[in-house]
């Protein structure tokens, strides 16, 4: 048995094809000026025609392979958090894996929205303290441009497309210090995308639009409230004080979201990664994205404390805490 995992090596990927506020400004009524000044977001990137989920994902899984000086042969665990699968089956951890062209170890996604990295964090944690794993890519990746209502103003200025990974390799010291997880299907109806297999791709073919749904202001509140106690939660579960947080890492789903939770760390937005303007909201594939944005760029030192935090449909939400 390992008594810990650490993040050996990170990796994130972003579509070429960046979509401006401008662009979208042409495409629905709306404005670069209420994009910028409600949510913080300025372009997002968005999936060529022939790139997927697992295409998306293989590029962030090789550099954050690279970066912990592993190669795909050493990988014995994928778990890949997304909503926006290749195909419904085979899982696209599997699809990952026969890209990276190794076969045989335990590949697999989960489905908790935006949560689906830190979901996925949490799960390959525990493979390799219990030894089951000795090299786990963690990846957390979107396609959200195909599931967006390009109609819909209300939704399509604020998600985009990218990858980010991680590597995880055991550790007699921590490295993840602790996950945190939460779900309540309560909030079901307030964010999500209406069609599914078992309740019916048919809908879909009379030819009604598609398009993630969501009831943005409640969403926020609840996001705000949420990630509050969250922020409580993590702390006093690890026996940490607020002051001892280097970086806030956060889904970047709104700006004025991520200052609320800044706020209640006490922590200056420069010791916050925002990538939110960038990137827009990637689902899955946000904190992973923003993490490595931050190590590659020279933010993140070794031996520095990172919050990671999310929130998402379902609604899911989590964090890690990590001695990076
Ligand atoms: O990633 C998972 C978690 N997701 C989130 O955390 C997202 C949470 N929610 C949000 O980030 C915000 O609620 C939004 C950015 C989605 C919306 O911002 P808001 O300040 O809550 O705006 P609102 O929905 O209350 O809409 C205000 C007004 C409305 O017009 P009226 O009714 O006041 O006349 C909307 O019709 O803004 C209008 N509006 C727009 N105007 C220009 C909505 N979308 C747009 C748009 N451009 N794109």
Redesign the pocket.
């Known amino acids: 048995m390992n008594r810990y995992s650490r993040v050996a090596g990170t990796g994130s990927y972003l579509p070429d094809k960046v979509l401006t506020n401008a662009e979208l400004e042409k495409l ?4 670069d000026e ?2 910028r000044t ?2 913080g977001i300025e372009r997002r990137h968005i999936a060529a025609p022939d790139e997927t989920c697992s295409s998306m994902a293989e590029h962030a899984a090789r550099r954050a392979l690279k970066a912990a000086g592993q190669t795909p042969a050493d990988v014995d665990l994928i778990v890949v958090g997304t909503t926006t699968p290749d195909l419904v089956f085979p899982n696209t951890g599997t699809l990952l894996q026969q890209r990276l062209d190794i076969h045989g170890c335990p590949a697999f996604s989960l489905e908790a ?2 949560s689906g990295f830190v979901f996925a964090l949490s799960m390959a944690d525990k493979y390799v303290r219990l030894g089951e794993a000795k090299c786990a890519l963690v990846v957390g990746a979107e396609c959200l441009s195909r599931i967006t209502d390009w109609s819909d ?6 998600f985009g497309d990218g990858a980010g990974a991680v590597v995880l390799t055991p550790a007699d010291e921590p490295g993840i210090i602790g996950t945190h997880l939460h779900s309540d299907g309560r909030y079901k109806d307030l ?1 999500f995308f209406p069609y599914g297999v078992s309740s019916g791709f048919d809908k879909l073919r009379s030819g009604a639009v598609a398009g993630i749904t ?1 009831l ?2 409640e ?2 509140r609840t ?1 705000v409230r949420t990630l509050s106690r969250l922020v409580d939660e993590t702390l006093a579960k690890n026996g940490i004080e607020r002051d001892q947080i280097d970086w806030l890492i956060p ?1 970047q ?2 700006l ?2 991520i200052q609320s939770a800044a706020d209640k760390l006490g922590l200056p937005m420069d010791k916050v990664v925002l990538t939110v303007q960038d990137h827009g ?1 990637t ?1 899955a594939a946000s904190i992973p994205l923003a993490l490595d944005t931050a190590v590659r760029d020279g933010r993140i030192h070794r031996g520095q404390t990172l919050l990671l935090e999310t ?3 379902g609604f899911t939400w989590g964090s890690a805490l990590i001695r990076y």
């Not at 629905?28 to 404005?31: E, F, I, N, Q």
């Not at 103003?153 to 604020?158: E, F, I």
């Open positions: 629905v009524d709306t404005s209420w994009i409600r949510t929205a935006c103003r209300s939704t399509c200025v604020l964010l969501m943005g202001n969403v926020f996001a889904h789903a709104n004025r979201i909201n689902s929130f998402g449909g």
